[in-house]
């Protein structure tokens, strides 16, 4: 109802849709432009959503998802579930290869991070979840300058698993083999019965 809408509140979520882009950060600019709200409006908002880690302030005066969206999707119910069957695939998955190992959902044509495991290690991919980016009919890899990704369908889902790290480093065959293995173990755990 009209009556019940609150215009800050309002506000403040078109600034939150506008992260809703294959870019992993945004300018001032850009915001205005995708919102169509002033630039000191912008800022006051922002400021709030700042103070409460729904979006981060990089050093170059970018801005970028926090980490608290991130956050309060984990809590729901199906998300707890799927990462209870996930994760321990991969942190096996990225212990063993030594790179990032994820899972990954797709809808249209955006893939979008939806777990990740990083190595322990200085020289790796840093994928989070939440991170989207386009791709192409059957080719769901991210492009990493000076990496690589190898990834796998999960039969019967909408899912993907994934290893990202620096090229050259995990050999494409040994990529393939280990999420390989993983997703078959995974597609007979019906992991299709959660959802995207």
């Not at 939150?16 to 630039?39: C, G, I, N, R, V």
């Not at 970018?62 to 984990?74: C, E, I, Q, S, W």
């Not at 990083?118 to 192409?136: E, K, N």
Request: charged content about 25%; aromatic content about 6%; some cysteine.
């Amino acid at each position: 109802m009209a009556q019940d809408r609150v215009e800050a509140v309002e506000r403040a979520l078109s600034i939150m849709e506008a992260f809703d882009t294959q870019h992993e950060s945004l300018s001032l600019a850009e915001l205005a432009e995708a919102t169509t709200l002033y630039k000191s409006t912008l800022l006051r908002l922002l400021g709030s959503l700042e103070r409460y880690d729904y979006v981060q302030r990089d050093a170059r005066g970018r801005y970028r998802l926090g980490a608290t969206p991130a956050r309060l999707a984990r809590r729901h119910a199906p998300s707890r579930q799927l990462a209870s069957l996930v994760i321990p695939v991969l942190e096996r998955l990225s212990h063993d290869t030594g790179e990032t190992a994820a899972l990954l959902s797709c809808e249209e044509n955006q893939m979008e991070c939806r777990l990740s495991i990083l190595p322990d290690t200085d020289l790796r991919h840093t994928l989070r979840p939440g991170y989207r980016w386009q791709w192409q009919a059957g080719d769901p890899r991210l492009a990493l300058p000076g990496g690589a990704m190898t990834c796998q369908h999960i039969p019967g889902t909408t899912y993907w698993l994934s290893l990202s790290g620096p090229k050259g480093r995990l050999p494409v065959a040994d990529a393939r083999r280990a999420l390989q293995e993983a997703a078959t173990a995974l597609s007979r755990r019906a992991l299709q019965d959660y959802p995207t």
